[in-house]
């Protein structure tokens, strides 16, 4: 009696092949790695199957967190982020662990090592990018990752979370512009950040768009924080031809704005009118409660959490770049120009 040989087993090469794929993704798949389109993905493990091939389940397991990472905590704005990351966490049983590292555009180098052995569910980044070796790394513990970035401008490769930051600074100085003021200074935050150079943009705009002449003396670059407004305000204010309104570039220097008009003896809004910008909870209190541009930090920290758990359940987004909308909060640090001229009472004089 004669038995028929069995035919040889269909090699893993023969099944990328036959998916139109390489090797390699054939491999990421067996290995559960995530950087792999759901349709390809699909498509390899139904082959997979079909040959008698399992997918290799990781001897490592991962911790039931979402990281969040920030180069600063201290802050009411990094508050509005953490909220938004727990909300989501909460909703999928995940606890969440704060990280502060590094500078504000990427994290220090001892960051990556740690993250590597804790295995998160997913990485949430409150920096302008990620070094390209931090990524490699990353992907290959399949550690997904997005970074909010209301900061920088991340590669077109790397999952990120933003606002509409041109948008915002041109409807900020539309405000004004409206109101009827014509002489509007600007200070942002710091210019090697694209969001300060975009809201720059946007109240270049709003003045072009108006045909009002931009002098580039009130054009000022801060650090987003009270001290960088105050600083700045001081100086625009003590000049010969001060403005009647001063667009700062976030919620603390529109703060600094208020105590250095406070400093010349300067009512606001009567004397000056003042727009901040993120309408942190603190704008509301402050006195005046301020105009603002809403950022929507929560919901931008709450996108980017549910980004980064479709990456780690293997979905990935058609559109790695997610911008969601600002808006204008009219309060009281606004209102129309006073019709006599403005004077000021320098609180330091200068020396002859």
């Keep these: 009696m004669s038995t028929q040989a069995e035919e040889p087993r269909t090699t893993l090469a023969q099944l990328a092949t036959a998916a139109g794929v390489s090797l390699s993704t054939i491999s990421k798949v067996l290995n559960g790695r995530t950087d792999v389109s759901p349709k390809t993905r699909a498509k390899v493990e139904e082959l997979l199957e079909e040959h008698g091939y399992r997918r290799r389940k990781s001897s490592a397991t991962r911790a039931g967190l979402v990281e969040l990472v920030f180069h600063e905590l201290e802050s009411a704005w990094a508050l509005e982020l953490i909220r938004g990351v727990e909300n989501v966490a909460r909703e999928h049983g995940l606890s969440v662990v704060l990280t502060e590292t590094g500078s504000r555009h990427a994290p220090g180098p001892d960051w990556i090592e740690g993250v590597m052995s804790r295995r998160p569910a997913g990485v949430v980044l409150v920096f302008s990018d990620l070094p390209q070796d931090y990524r490699r790394k990353l992907d290959a513990r399949a550690i997904p990752f997005v970074i909010i970035d209301p900061a920088g401008d991340p590669a077109p490769d790397v999952p990120s979370v933003g ?10 100085t539309r405000h004004l512009i409206d109101l009827g003021h014509t002489r509007i200074a600007a200070i942002s935050g710091p210019e090697d950040m694209m969001c300060s150079l975009a809201r720059i943009d946007g109240y270049r705009s709003a003045m072009n768009m108006a045909s009002l002449p931009i002098d580039p003396e009130l054009i000022r670059y801060g650090n987003f924080h009270v001290d960088g407004g105050r600083d700045n305000a001081l100086m625009l204010l003590r000049g010969p031809n001060p403005p009647t309104a001063i667009f700062a570039g976030s919620d603390l220097q529109a703060l600094g704005v208020l105590d250095a008009a406070r ?10 009118s003042v727009v901040g910008y993120d309408d942190l909870q603190l704008a509301q209190w402050s006195s005046p409660a301020l105009t603002t541009v809403h950022q929507p930090l929560i919901q931008m920290a709450e996108e980017a959490t549910r980004m980064v758990l479709h990456l780690r359940d293997g979905e990935r987004p058609n559109n790695l770049r997610l911008d969601l909308a600002t808006s204008l909060v009219v309060r009281q640090s606004t209102a129309a120009p006073s019709q006599a001229p403005l004077e000021t009472t320098d609180p330091l004089p200068r020396r002859a």
């Design 263 to 272: 400093q010349f003896g300067l009512r606001v809004p009567d004397d000056l």
């Design 163 to 172: 606002s509409a930051n041109w948008s915002g600074g041109m409807m900020a």
